[in-house]
C-alpha cells in the first residue's frame, strides 16, 4: 500500500506559478512510475505529466510541455510539479498517483494509488 499526500495548490493570477508536492510513504518500491493528474467538474481526469522513480525518465501532456516541470527528491520521498505561464484553462484539482510499471502513459487507469488531491485555482 501507497500513500499520497498532496500540497501547494492555490489561488494564482494568470502568468503566475505554484509548485505543487507530493509526499509519498508506504511501499513506494513497489510502484515504478509517479504522475500528475488533473480533473475539474463533469470531466475525466487526465494526466499531465509523469517520472520514472529511477532514472527519472519524464513525460509531458502536450498542455503542459514547456510550462511545467516534473520533478523528483527521493532523498525527501517527495515528487513535485513546477507550474509556470500558468491559465485560467489550467483550474483543476491536481492529483498524484502511482503506477507499478516502468513506462506507463498518462491513462488514469494505469496508476494504482491516488492522494486526495490539491486545488489549483487561477483567475484571469
Known amino acids: 500500500q501507497v500513500q499520497l499526500v498532496e500540497s501547494g495548490g492555490g489561488t494564482v493570477q494568470a502568468g503566475g506559478s505554484l509548485r505543487l508536492s507530493c509526499i509519498h510513504s508506504?511501499?513506494?518500491?513497489?510502484?515504478?512510475?509517479m504522475g500528475w493528474f488533473r480533473q475539474t467538474p463533469g470531466k475525466e481526469r487526465e494526466g499531465v505529466a509523469r517520472?520514472?522513480?529511477?532514472?527519472?525518465?519524464?513525460y509531458y501532456d502536450d498542455s503542459a510541455r514547456r510550462r511545467f516541470t516534473i520533478s523528483q527528491d527521493n532523498a525527501k520521498n517527495t515528487v513535485y510539479l513546477e507550474m509556470s505561464s500558468l491559465k485560467p484553462e489550467d483550474t483543476a484539482m491536481y492529483y498524484c498517483?502511482?503506477?507499478?510499471?516502468?513506462?506507463?502513459?498518462?491513462?488514469?487507469?494505469?496508476?494504482?494509488?491516488w492522494g486526495q488531491g490539491t486545488q489549483v485555482t487561477v483567475s484571469s
Open positions: 498517483a502511482a503506477a507499478d510499471s516502468w513506462y506507463p502513459t498518462l491513462r488514469a487507469s494505469e496508476y494504482k494509488d
Open positions: 508506504g511501499n513506494i518500491n513497489s510502484r515504478k512510475s
Open positions: 517520472i520514472t522513480t529511477s532514472g527519472g525518465a519524464v
